[in-house]
């Protein structure tokens, strides 16, 4: 079978990279998809024709897609209602729907946004709960969609929503096509880095004159850096021990049961941690329990002696979940109380991305070299990153003493003195 393009492929290449290559620069966004609509480049998939686009096969398909890729064309705006919408009407539209929706898409004129996934109802659309309710020859819709891209730019959007109350999961769900330009019953809300609303600059705020909460939350990256080496270590743990004992010539089975007295360990340090106050501030806690970890996890790439092995991973643990706990502890430090959640979201996040970093350095690291060295240069990675954040921690802390600040009004707070019952200085644990 030849896989080949054949000569109208070919012909039809030539045509689409000379008009790319006369046309890319010129406009952007709505522009760009009327200059595309004005040669019939629009609707090249639909299976007719008639609407102000041209077909095509599927093979001058690919070489259309190919050649706008390599000529770097701009972003499509139009793509929503050329690839989903148009499908859809021409499968199961009636004629006057064609008529009236399909050429000012082909003609660039008209863009589309999707109304599919809600706030509760995402991968799984049989929770909609978007309702719309049938008024004469039109329906009154009432709820909220999300993940809506272009709805700022778009002229319509298809809905889907529940037309029969009394239906469940993928039964009684309608697709209404409904203009956007609606002021005062449709509001389009930008989605700011996932955080709830009321989070872009207030004027007045309680951060001070047009500081936002996003700011506040950076604010506190120090803690963030700790902590993502505070789970880089359980990552090395988990993800080289197995080669580790391979190495000395132990069973690679041993791997779980050492793992579970490892987090044995973590259960007890918790519970340990938590029966009594320690001295210190909490920064200089942290750096120490990140040094005992970091030397524990070491002796499991040092100790040939099967025994060691054991006791290394048991005692890592036993120190892991204090060191976690003072990252806990200092956040609430760090911020205020009302941008505690969003504080704790973001480094969780920073955690998951130490834990990938790390084990991504180490499994490569095991390519070129043997198990102990890997675990050597992930621990290594663990203690930069601990005094990262350790040295932003001091430094946050002086800056706060030098504006005679007297607690986490909007960025990092002064810990103070040592606190008892484990580190919660406001007793809210």
Not at 77 to 88: D, K, W
Not at 163 to 192: A, N
Not at 289 to 302: E, K
Request: charged content about 15%; hydrophobic content about 45%; proline content about 6%.
């Amino acid at each position: 079978m030849d896989f080949a393009f054949g000569a109208r492929d070919e012909a039809f290449r030539a045509e689409a990279r000379t008009w790319l290559a006369a046309h890319r620069g010129a406009t952007r966004g709505r522009d760009w998809e009327r200059t595309l609509g004005a040669t019939g480049w629009i609707g090249l998939g639909w299976p007719e024709d008639g609407y102000g686009n041209r077909t095509a096969t599927l093979t001058q398909q690919v070489v259309w897609a190919e050649e706008y890729a390599r000529c770097g064309a701009p972003p499509r705006s139009g793509h929503i209602g050329e690839n989903l919408l148009a499908p859809t009407l021409l499968a199961h539209g009636d004629a006057g729907q064609k008529r009236g929706f399909l050429p000012p898409v082909a003609a660039g004129e008209e863009l589309w946004c999707q109304g599919y996934s809600e706030p509760g109802a995402g991968s799984d659309l049989a929770g909609v709960r978007t309702a719309a309710v049938r008024d004469g020859a039109y329906y009154r819709i009432s709820g909220q969609k999300i993940w809506t891209s272009l709805a700022h730019e778009a002229d319509w959007c298809f809905v889907l929503a529940r037309t029969d109350p009394r239906s469940r999961r993928h039964h009684g769900l309608s697709f209404l096509l409904v203009p956007m330009d609606q002021p005062g019953r449709i509001e389009v809300r930008p989605i700011c880095w996932l955080l709830p609303a009321g989070w872009a600059p207030e004027p007045n705020g309680p951060e001070g004159r047009g500081v936002s909460k996003l700011r506040v939350l950076a604010r506190a990256w120090p803690v963030y850096v700790t902590g993502a080496a505070g789970l880089s270590l359980l990552s090395l743990a988990e993800l080289i021990l197995p080669a580790r004992l391979e190495q000395r010539g132990i069973g690679v089975g041993w791997a779980g049961p050492l793992l579970t007295v490892m987090s044995v360990a973590s259960a007890v340090g918790a519970f340990g941690y938590g029966l009594r106050s320690w001295p210190g501030r909490l920064a200089t806690r942290s750096v120490v329990l990140m040094a005992g970890m970091s030397a524990a996890v070491c002796l499991v790439a040092l100790i040939p002696a099967a025994l060691g092995m054991a006791v290394a991973p048991a005692a890592a643990g036993l120190l892991q979940s204090g060191a976690l706990l003072t990252r806990n502890l200092s956040l609430r430090e760090a911020l205020p109380s009302h941008a505690l959640a969003a504080g704790y979201s973001v480094m969780y996040a920073a955690v998951g991305a130490g834990y990938a970093a790390t084990g991504s350095l180490a499994g490569a690291l095991l390519r070129f070299t043997t198990p102990s060295t890997a675990i050597l240069a992930g621990v290594a990675l663990t203690l930069s990153l601990t005094a990262v954040g350790w040295w932003g921690e001091i430094r946050a802390r002086g800056s706060a003493r030098g504006a005679g600040a007297a607690g986490p009004v909007g960025g990092v707070g002064a810990e103070g003195a040592a606190v008892g019952g484990g580190g919660d200085a406001q007793r809210g644990l």
